[in-house]
């Protein structure tokens, strides 16, 4: 089963590699722009494992990953998990079409791209698995967070359009949303520690989508209550996030880039 994992070098794509590592005849493929980063997590693995060191949301890096499947796997992919993120926290009149753009970049249009290289592939070795990591940002936004939110909303929907029209080809296009997880990108230090989760809550809502055929899977499972929430009661959400509280839940910021 070869599985080709972006995101890998920390948080939820690290977790998740170690645990699709365990399939049996798993053989991966970890993609990040850190190459040391992906080289270490390669050496750890019980199963054989490959690096694409790239930058997503570079022209070129869609068909530097196909070529390097097709070189080391004669063009076989079993699972593509599309997992790769970042987030930079800025309200729109601060942070205004730029943030959104990059957002983007990294969030949805990185995905989108790489699906277009590979799906071929993918379809060819069907059945076969496309996750799409989003968030339950993906369903509730916050203040803050209006890009990010954007991202990871237009993930759902684009997942949702995909999974309908591939499956029957025999690819199962899977969307994983995660709560607040604490990781490297995301710190979520300044939230209780119950709504805090560790990445490998979310690597086996993964497994499970790959397994078992899910199509959609919260991580924690409890999180669809935020969606559902946001559904029934829009007025009482938007009080909620637009108050002093509320405001405390957009953590999530990549470190260094001050935003
Ligand atoms: N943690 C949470 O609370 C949470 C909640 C909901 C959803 N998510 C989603 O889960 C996914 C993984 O995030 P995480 O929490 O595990 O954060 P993380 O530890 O910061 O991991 C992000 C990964 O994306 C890679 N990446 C970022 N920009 C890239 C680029 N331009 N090209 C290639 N790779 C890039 C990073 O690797 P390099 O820096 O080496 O490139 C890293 O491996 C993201 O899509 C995130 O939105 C996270």
Redesign the pocket.
Known sequence: MVICI????????EATALRLAREPGARMVLV???GD?LARLADRLPCPATTVA????DDDAPARVRAHVEAEHGGRLDVLVN?????WRARFADGGWENVRRTMA??FDAHVRLTEALLPLVRASAPSTIVN?S???GRIARAGAGAYCASKFALCGWSDALGAEERPNGVNVALVL????H????P?RELPGFLVSE?DVVADAIADCVRNGRIERYAPRWYWLAAAVRILLPRGVRRFTSSKAGSRLVT?TRPGDGA
């Open positions: 972006t995101g890998a070098s920390s948080g939820i794509g990040a722009r850190r980063r790239v930058d997503l949301t997992n790769a993120g970042a987030s990294i969030n990591v968030s339950t940002s995660p709560g607040f997880i990781t490297e990108g995301f979520q990445p999530a």
